[in-house]
């Protein structure tokens, strides 16, 4: 722990946690260690000490590494990751852009959690979770009787984003479309084998759900 300039202490980032978000974040990409090496220029001995060591590489190494797998130095360290996004001031000469489905879809594989959104009654519910891609569809399971397994047989809204603070620059994507409750024990079996994560929120969560797009978009920050 440290101290701020306000006297409030916060968590300093704990070296031995690079490797895990390097192994999370290659993992995402759908790359094996030697791939992800190449693409850095470096050993997949080394990247396998970086990942199953708590080593802090040196910087030209996470730099290249960061590059490597599409994120930045400060997200495989951890810095701010309690610090709230979007605090920094915009670009001087920020675009927004539209993206395709295929940039849509590349997103939304790289990434593990979203935000389902629906109406409840009167009440408009907006929940995280855990997710998978499967065969351009969104799939998530939950606990039966909550707001998210309440989703299926509605229309609702899933979004993903990210935002990069540091070069003021981020991204979003949208679906939306019809969510049911799968029940098949073929796809509920290949939902499972697609899962990188238990549920972050815990407890027994075997109720799986597909949301089917009507509509996909995307937006994208660009600078300078």
Not at 8 to 22: E, L, N
Not at 48 to 76: C, M, Q
Not at 92 to 106: F, G, I, M, T
Not at 190 to 208: M, N, Q, S
């Amino acid at each position: 722990m440290s101290e701020t300039e306000n006297g409030k202490a916060h968590r300093t980032p704990d070296p031995g946690d690079i490797g895990r978000r390097i192994t999370l974040q290659r993992e995402r990409l759908g790359l094996t260690r030697e791939e992800a090496a190449a693409r850095a220029g470096m050993a997949p001995g080394y990247l396998a000490y970086l990942e199953e060591h708590s080593a802090d590489p040196s910087a030209p190494g996470i730099a290249r590494l960061a590059g490597a797998l599409g994120t930045s130095v400060d997200a495989l360290r951890g810095a701010g990751a309690a610090r709230p996004a979007g605090r920094s001031r915009a670009a001087a000469h920020p675009r927004l852009v539209p993206l395709d489905a295929e940039e849509c879809w590349s997103l939304l594989s790289s990434h593990g959690v979203g935000r389902v959104g629906l109406s409840l009654a009167d009440d408009p519910v907006i929940v995280p979770v855990n997710y998978v891609v499967e065969a351009g569809r969104i799939a998530y399971r939950t606990a039966p009787g909550t707001a998210t397994a309440r989703a299926a047989g509605h229309r609702v809204a899933f979004e993903v984003d990210a935002v990069d603070d540091a070069m003021s620059r981020g991204w979003s994507v949208l679906v939306v479309g019809r969510a049911r409750h799968v029940t098949e024990p073929d796809m509920v079996g290949r939902l499972a084998e697609l899962t990188h994560a238990e549920p972050w929120a815990g407890g027994v969560r075997d109720f799986w759900v597909l949301i089917d797009p009507e509509r996909l978009s995307g937006r994208r920050i660009e600078t300078d």
